[in-house]
C-alpha cells in the first residue's frame, strides 16, 4: 500500500531524559534528509549529524535511514535521535512539518501501515501493543511470545494435524467397512486426541493472558476488623493499610496495584461497614459501596469466630445487586480450633477459609481470586482479535470433544474436521478447500 503522505512522530516519552527520538516514514524521507543534512544517507547505518535550518545548526544528532521494504513500516524511514528535553525535538519536528506532504502521525499509525504493507499481522500488532502496556514481568514475556510467532506456530502445528486427519478419513469414506483395518482408524483417533489437547492448552493460555494484559480490579469489603487491611498487606507484601483492633481505622478507599503471579491488579481497601453515627466511618462505607460497583471481583470477609452477621447478609444481598462476582471469604479460623468450633458456622457460600494471622490456606485463597477474575475478565477484553481466536478455538474444542469415532460415523467425522478447519482457518487466513484435495492426491504415484 502506498500512502501519498509521509508521518512524523516523537518516538520516545515526553520529558526530560539524556535523548529523544523522533521518527518519520513515507515517500518524502528522501527529501527530509536533503533539506536538513544535505547528503545521501547509505540504510540502516548510523550517522552522526547536524541537522541544520539553512546554516543554523539545531542540534547534534544520530541520524539513521531505512530504506523501503527492509524497515518497520516497510516504507523509506528515518529515525532521528537528538538531545532530550522538551525543546529541541519541537524544533526539528516543527522543522520537517514545513516540508509538504509532511504531517503528525496518529495514534498507532507506524504499525497500522507496517499491517497494511503485510509487514506483520493483526495478532503481531496487538502483541506489540500488550508489549508497550505491560505491567508486569509475566505480561511482557506473553506478549514477547506472541510477537516471536509462537502463538502462530502453535496453531499452524493444530492445523496440520487436522489436515492430515481429514485426508486419511476423506480416503477411508472410499472403503467399505470391510476394508477397513484397524490401525487406520486408532492412527486418526490419535491424532485427534493429538489436536484436541492442543486447542485446550491453547485456550488456556490465551485466558490467562488476558488476565496478564489487563489490569483487574478487586474490591475488599466487610464489617470492621474483618481483617480486610491485613489481607492487603499480605497480598502487596506492604504496608498499605493501617490494622488495628480498633474498629473504623481506615476511613477512606485505599488502593494499590501489585503483582499476582505475574497479572497486574488494582485492590482496593475500603472503610469498614456498620452503622454507625460519626459523620466520616458513615461517608467511607458508602464509598466502599460505591467502589465494589466498579471492580471486576469484591472479595467480602468476615470474621468466622462472630459467624456471620445480620448486617453481613443485607451487605453481600446489596453487593450482588451491582456485582455478581463475590468471593466471601472467612477469616480467623485459628480462633475457631482454639475454642473448639469448625467450619460449619460459615454460610452464605463461603468459598474460602482462611487465617491472615496465622497464613492458613492463603495459598488457596490466592488460587480462588484467580479463578473469579479468569470469569470476570473473561466477558470482555481490550484485545479484540484476541478475543476473536479464543472465540473460534473453543467452537473448535467443543466440535472435536464431540467427535465419536467409528466406522458407521465416519461422514459425520468428517464434517465436524470441516467445521474445526474452518475454525483454525479463521484464525490464521488460510481458508482454502483444495488443500484436502492436493493431500488425498499427494498419496498418488507419479503417472496415476
Known amino acids: 500500500m502506498k500512502n501519498e503522505e509521509t508521518i512524523i512522530s516523537l518516538a520516545s516519552p515526553m520529558g526530560t531524559g539524556a535523548i529523544s527520538i523522533i521518527r518519520c516514514s513515507g515517500n518524502k524521507v528522501g527529501k527530509i534528509i536533503d533539506t536538513f543534512f544535505k547528503k545521501s544517507l547509505s540504510p540502516n547505518r548510523a550517522n552522526y549529524l547536524n541537522f541544520k535550518k539553512k546554516e543554523k545548526v539545531i542540534d547534534d544528532v544520530i541520524a539513521i535511514y531505512y530504506q523501503a521494504p527492509k524497515s518497520y513500516t516497510g516504507e523509506d524511514m528515518l529515525e532521528i535521535m537528538c538531545h532530550g528535553g522538551s525543546v529541541v525535538y519541537q524544533i526539528i519536528i516543527g522543522e520537517i512539518l514545513t516540508i509538504e506532504g509532511c504531517r503528525l502521525a496518529k495514534p498507532g499509525e507506524f504499525s497500522e501501515r507496517s499491517f497494511l504493507n503485510n509487514k506483520m499481522s493483526l495478532l503481531e500488532a496487538e502483541s506489540i501493543c500488550a508489549l508497550i502496556n505491560a505491567k ?11 510477537l516471536s510467532g509462537k502463538f502462530s506456530e502453535e496453531i499452524i502445528k493444530i492445523d496440520n494435524i487436522i489436515l492430515m486427519t481429514r485426508v486419511q478419513v476423506e480416503a477411508l469414506l472410499d472403503f467399505s467397512e470391510e476394508d477397513i483395518e484397524t490401525e487406520g482408524l486408532l492412527e486418526i483417533e490419535k491424532h485427534i486426541e493429538e ?6 492448552k491453547l485456550i488456556k493460555k490465551l485466558e490467562n493472558n488476558r488476565l496478564l494484559f489487563e489490569t483487574s480490579k478487586v474490591a475488599v469489603l466487610g464489617m470492621p476488623n474483618a481483617g480486610k487491611s ?6 502487596t507484601d506492604e504496608d498499605v493499610s493501617i490494622v488495628n483492633e480498633q474498629a473504623g481505622t481506615t476511613r477512606d478507599v485505599i488502593s494499590k496495584i ?10 482496593f481497601d475500603t472503610a469498614g461497614i456498620r452503622e454507625t453515627n460519626d459523620l466520616v ?16 471481583l469484591t472479595i467480602y470477609m468476615y470474621d468466622i469466630k462472630k459467624r456471620m452477621q445480620k448486617e453481613d447478609l443485607e451487605i453481600l444481598k446489596s453487593l450482588k445487586k451491582n456485582n455478581k462476582n463475590i468471593l466471601v471469604v472467612a477469616n480467623k479460623i485459628d480462633l475457631l480450633e482454639q475454642i473448639n468450633h469448625n467450619h460449619e458456622t460459615a454460610s452464605f457460600d463461603t468459598k474460602a477459609f482462611v487465617s491472615i494471622k496465622t497464613k492458613t490456606n492463603l495459598d488457596d485463597l490466592k488460587n480462588k481470586i484467580i479463578e473469579h477474575l479468569k470469569l470476570a475478565i473473561g466477558e470482555g477484553t481490550p484485545n479484540l482479535y484476541h478475543a476473536e481466536y479464543l472465540k473460534h478455538l473453543n467452537v473448535a474444542f467443543q466440535e472435536i470433544n464431540n467427535i465419536n469415532l467409528n466406522l458407521s460415523e465416519l461422514e459425520l467425522v468428517a464434517e465436524k474436521l470441516k467445521k474445526i478447519q474452518d475454525e483454525i482457518s479463521h484464525i490464521l487466513d488460510n481458508k482454502d478447500e483444495e488443500r484436502v484435495l492436493t493431500g488425498i492426491f499427494s498419496n498418488f504415484c507419479i503417472g496415476k
Open 195 to 200: 489436536s484436541k489437547n492442543k486447542i485446550i
Open 281 to 296: 466511618e458513615k461517608e467511607g462505607s458508602e464509598k466502599a459501596i460505591e467502589q465494589a460497583k466498579k471492580v471486576n
Open 136 to 146: 508486569t514481568e509475566a505480561a511482557a514475556f506473553a506478549a514477547r511470545d506472541a
Open 258 to 267: 501489585f503483582n499476582l503471579d505475574g497479572m497486574p491488579i488494582t485492590i
Open 230 to 235: 491485613s489481607l492487603i498487606n499480605f497480598l
